[in-house]
């Protein structure tokens, strides 16, 4: 499985990076994502990688905000998210897939537990 952590209480516009191990297993060639779900609402995509890194896909309310990345010599892959707001409160969780390209949560696996992050206003 995998862990997300780095989460925790910030203002809105400020920033925080959230890690993303593995536990027992290399990310290999898997696309890394993250996803977040807010109380209440569904899961939702927030950013994928390849096994490359070179290439990543964002939801468009992170656009421009959020940056993934993936460091395959440590085995992480991290979300940078910078300009926070209030609606980016959510529990943030990591999973992995073999589907290029898909935003479903469904494709994905390896859920963990999640890491809680709050913006306050």
């Known amino acids: 499985q995998l862990q997300a952590s780095g989460g925790g209480l910030v203002q809105a516009g400020g920033s925080l990076r959230l890690s993303c191990a593995a536990s027992?297993?290399?990310?290999?060639?898997?696309?890394m994502g993250w996803f977040r779900q807010a109380p209440g609402k569904e899961r939702e995509f927030v950013a994928s990688?390849?096994?490359?890194?070179?290439?990543?896909f964002y939801a468009d309310s992170v656009k421009g905000r959020f940056t993934i990345s993936r460091d395959s010599a440590n085995n992480a892959v991290y979300l940078h998210m910078n300009s926070l707001k209030p609606e980016d409160t959510a529990v943030y969780y990591c999973?992995?897939?073999?589907?290029?390209?898909?935003?479903?949560?469904?494709?994905?696996?390896?859920w963990g537990q999640g890491t809680l992050v709050t913006v306050s206003s």
């Open positions: 990688t390849g096994w490359r890194g070179g290439s990543t």
């Open positions: 999973a992995s897939t073999t589907v290029w390209g898909t935003k479903r949560a469904q494709d994905f696996g390896s």
């Open positions: 027992g297993r290399s990310f290999g060639t898997y696309i």
